[in-house]
């Protein structure tokens, strides 16, 4: 999702200096056959290096989409134009973790951002939607003059109808297995920038069809006008790994945000404030893992560690992988992905045990599907150790299966669109029946219209429920 987000930052536009990075990558048209030979390099990757590329689809189903993909190539077209038909060939995949570009914004020049900057922001901006189902709703609206009601439905933008438009993005965006919530949760909690850029093109004005209680209504939003600035992506500020917040004196919320690589003093600390101090005080304890998109292995499993009470193990790995014998020195993929299991192995982190001052007592999880990947297996191993209650939504990562740990990158020949995903299944070690999708909340959290209005965390508010319930109860 990240490098959806990027690509909203431009503009095809007439400029001839090809010497400018973003004259190769929105302007260069390529002959048929160089983007076929592209698309067939991408899909010999796949086939040759992905341990997991049928299992949401068959083999003739995803050969067939591929072909219809190269057949259509029958115009000259630009890096950005094959980067959209491919999208929706991928997605079909059903792997979160597969990423695509058709530009890396480290290499924008000057000159790109005097030549390609958006002479306008996007006119989402000044909107605050929420998504249910296939209905688009209005949270807030930043306008100086009419403004569309906090509630309203809209029916239509430019003239593409509500679930029209969550359909086609859909397409355009990957998830694990048949899921829906991780999609759901970028609309959701993230700016719509994917939105905006896939389903409009980065369109300066949007022509919205609304209804209030019924009664239709029409506006048309404008993009405000950008300041010239350079196109760069600039770096969000780092998350902290912990936020630890006590409710009262005996309960208290661990927010984890991310299991990125970042792991400063300051989290360090934290963490080992939380486990050698505020557990030993803390008898109800809430662990929020919503819209945490996972991150390294080790840093989950380290904190898994502190909230179990006995050994679990989260995943294993296919036989083929874990108990082969290293291929030839050719074949640098296979030993790679076998080393990084071995090693795993022999860190013990298959089998996890508790430390000594690991949380023991009563756990309440809040998931959404903003927990993801290494997220999503905490969320999973949590509910094996039997004391934890899951409250929410399905999680955004899946609960079988997931492919990550160690990444394949590769670039086109041709175009240069970058492209790349994991080579590490790691597999549920108690399998559920229902496959494709995430792990399963104990506890159905769905938001109405009116809890988003009213900024409600329903999450929250049933774990507090929950706890006032236990504390009667002594527990």
């Known amino acids: 999702m990240k490098l959806l987000q990027l690509t909203a930052l431009f503009l095809w536009i007439q400029v001839t200096c090809e010497a400018q990075y973003l004259y190769g990558r929105l302007e260069r048209k390529y002959a048929p056959e160089e983007m076929k030979e592209d698309v067939a390099q991408l899909y010999g990757d796949l086939k040759k290096n992905h341990p997991d ?10 050969q067939k989409a591929f072909d219809s ?83 309203a439905e809209i029916i239509s933008i430019n003239s593409i109808r509500s679930g029209a438009i969550i359909d086609s993005l859909f397409r355009f965006t990957f998830s ?21 850029n896939h389903v409009f093109r980065s369109c300066k004005s949007l022509h919205i069809v609304y209804r209030v209680k ?30 630890f917040k006590r409710i009262d004196a005996g309960t208290a ?94 860190l013990g982190w298959e089998q996890v045990g508790p430390f000594n001052t690991s949380y023991k007592q009563r756990l309440y999880v809040l998931i959404n599907g903003g927990t993801f990947s290494a997220a999503a297996i905490m969320a999973y191993a949590l509910g094996i150790d039997k004391r934890a209650v899951l409250i929410g939504e399905e999680t955004g990562g899946g609960r079988n299966s997931t492919t990550a740990g160690i990444m394949f990158h590769n670039q ?14 790691f597999m549920a070690t108690y399998p559920s029946s229902e496959t494709g999708h995430g792990v399963q909340p104990d506890i159905k959290i769905s938001y109405t219209v009116d809890d988003y209005l009213n900024n409600r965390d329903l999450e929250m508010e049933r774990a507090l429920q929950l706890i006032e319930v236990d504390k009667r109860k002594g527990e």
Request: hydrophobic share 40%; glycine share 6%; net charge positive.
């Open 176 to 196: 694990d297995g048949y899921n829906t919530t991780f999609k759901y949760f970028f609309l959701n909690y993230r700016r719509p920038d994917g939105l905006w």
């Open 69 to 151: 993909l190269r057949s259509g190539l029958t115009d000259s077209l630009t890096a950005r134009d094959l980067y959209y038909r491919l999208l929706p060939v991928l997605s079909r995949i059903g792997d979160g973790h597969i990423g695509i570009n058709y530009f890396e914004p480290d290499r924008i020049t000057p000159e790109d951002a005097a030549g390609y900057a958006l002479a306008y922001h996007s006119p989402f901006d000044s909107l605050s939607l929420c998504f249910i189902g296939k209905k688009i709703f209005v949270r807030d609206h930043r306008a100086k003059h009419k403004r569309i009601p906090a509630g």
């Open 412 to 425: 086109t020949k041709y175009t240069g669109i970058a492209y790349s995903f994991g080579l590490v299944p």
């Open 214 to 243: 019924n009664i239709p209504d029409s506006i048309t939003v404008q993009g405000k006008p950008a300041a010239a600035a350079a196109l760069k992506q600039s770096h969000p500020q780092k998350m902290p790994f912990l936020e």
């Open 253 to 346: 919320c661990l927010k984890v945000n991310t299991f990125e690589p970042a792991w400063d003093t300051a989290d360090q600390r934290m963490f080992a404030m939380v486990l050698l101090k505020e557990f030993s005080q803390t008898s109800h304890l809430i662990l929020d893992l919503r819209g945490n998109n996972g991150g390294r292995q080790e840093l989950m499993l380290m904190l898994l560690k502190s909230l179990i009470s006995k050994p679990v193990r989260p995943v294993t790995f296919p036989e083929e992988l874990a108990a082969a014998a290293l291929p030839s020195s050719a074949d640098t993929v296979r030993i790679n992905q076998q080393n990084y299991i071995k090693e795993y192995q022999s």
């Open 53 to 62: 590329l049928t299992r949401f689809i068959s083999t003739g189903v995803l």
